[in-house]
């Protein structure tokens, strides 16, 4: 019998916000070392009260509109009550139901060609737990994650493939990115995932008991995790096996799944409204505001791109990975007034090659879109040939200064001076009788080295296809 595999997915999402969720201290302590940035509030010593932050109702409000989530006018804080070394207070400030979001989707492109539509659940805010580790038989604990905000994410059962489960991450963190709202690091645990697997014959509707599967800190391990995952159920009911209700813990150096302790319900942990915390009013005129910062979003834009400026859709997805990179994009095609896809084709090649080598953003380039601009515009002119102009892109990057000014100070325009080939032709050819006779004997692809020798004696700066004819001339 076939199976599909059901997946759904928890993501908690660090916001990346200057300072915690209720009290002022630094929300991003990465580089600092342990409890270093902590306080009587987000340690939960007796007799400290919260107060909510702003800006992170904002970032929230911001990426629940963007997966087109309901925003709640009024929610509620709760208190979810448990015992761990790394929870000072003794419980964890979160929603409970009244989220801040419900329903909403993630439309995902997948490479085979279609389209998966994941829904949402809900959406909530929260604060961060500690940290603990094991040091040589003493456990440690750092509490300067304590009440670093998180957005918590469910969606529904929709995924059907460790490889969706990988492309929902892949575009979650993307739209996490052009918001503006995480750095969305899995390897700093700003985005961190749960997913919940079962399997079922292929069609049908009803859902058979999952697993969850905890501690996959990568995309590469959540695909990994997953598929060992939807293997093994898949052998235990073809053994005629019934699947458990486990908690699973991904190991990643050994690449495998282990049983976790088994996990509390959700009655264990006594959710209640927090004593300490105003309902959170969300009105009107507030959602309207935060709402007049939300850009056009990613698979929007690349639809755009693919309408506006004719790009084949592999052109758009690249153009529109970063929010950054397609605004340079936008920015040349109207300094350069026609023709996308030329603007594309050196933005796809050289371009985003610069930006990954050198490590600079799209927006902090020397080589701004004007200049990529002008640059193909000497390329059109003729002023320059092709390879010259690609050069030119690092001289302009490293020298920040106008590439005709470069082109002029260094001598880099094209010789389309006739006379000036035809010797240099010549030169080459009595150079190379042997070649010259293999051509003239029928090896006419030797046409292309006699160009690049004489662009070598011509410093690379001869018109190319001038030099092809006035070669193809003199060996007739
Ligand atoms: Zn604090
Ligand atoms: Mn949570």
Known sequence: MEYEAVIGLETHIQLNTLTKIF??????????????????????????????????????????????AEIQPLSFFARKNYFYPDLPKGYQISQYDQPLAVGGYLDLPIPQGYTRRVSIWKLHIEEDAGKTKNDAGRRQIDFNRCGVPLVEMVTGPDLRSADEAAQY???????????????ADMEKAHLRCDANVSIRPQGATLL??????????????????????????????????????????????????RKMRSKETEADYRYFRDPDLLPLRVDEAWRKRILADLPELPLERKARFEAQYGLPAYDADILTAERRLSDYFEAAVKAYGSDPKRVSNWMMNDVTRMINERNTPPDRLKLTPAYLAEILRLVDAGTINISTGKALLLKVEESGRLPAEIVQAEGLAQVSDTGAIREVCAEVLAENPKEAAAYKAGKVTLIGWFVGQVMKKMRGKADPALARQVLEELLK
């Open 169 to 183: 991450l892949i575009r979650l963190r993307q739209l996490l990115r052009w918001l503006g709202v995480s750095e």
């Open 23 to 68: 009290c002022s201290c630094k929300a991003d302590s990465w580089f600092d070392p342990p409890n270093s940035n902590i306080c009587p509030v987000c340690t939960g010593l007796p007799g400290s009260l919260p107060v909510l932050n702003e800006t992170v109702v904002e970032k929230a409000v911001l990426l629940a509109a963007a997966m087109h």
């Open 208 to 257: 058979n008991p999952k697993t969850e599967i905890k501690n996959v800190n990568s995309i590469d391990a959540v695909r990994e995790a997953i598929a060992k995952e939807i293997e093994r159920q898949t052998r235990e009911v073809t053994a005629g096996r019934l699947i458990q209700a486990w908690t699973l813990e991904w190991d990643e150096d050994a690449g495998v799944l």
